[in-house]
């Protein structure tokens, strides 16, 4: 597989959402994780242009991320613009 346990946690260290150093649960981590799995998504995706399912799946990890960027908004503002700042991602 693609994304083995040390690379999630070199994703969670490397972006420094980790508040402790088990915290994947955190929506800054959640984030940066699907993040790094829509971009895998979207290489696969330029290759293989009638791979609907896996175009599916991507379409609905981009909807869980918004969904904890808006969560985010709500919650706290600062935090929400440090993760996209971090990730270059906007909405």
Not at 41 to 61: A, I, P, Q, V, Y
Request: proline content about 0%.
């Amino acid at each position: 597989m693609y994304l083995t346990s040390e690379k999630k946690q070199e994703i969670f260290e490397a972006k420094g959402f980790e508040k402790k150093s088990s915290d994947t649960g955190s929506a800054e981590s959640q984030i940066a994780l699907f993040t790094f799995r829509i971009a895998h998504l979207t290489e696969h995706l330029k290759k293989h242009k009638h791979d609907f399912s896996t175009r599916m799946g991507l379409l609905k990890l981009v909807g869980k991320r918004r969904r904890l960027l808006n969560y985010l908004i709500k919650k706290d503002i600062e935090r929400y613009r440090a993760i996209i700042a971090e990730l270059n991602i906007r909405k």
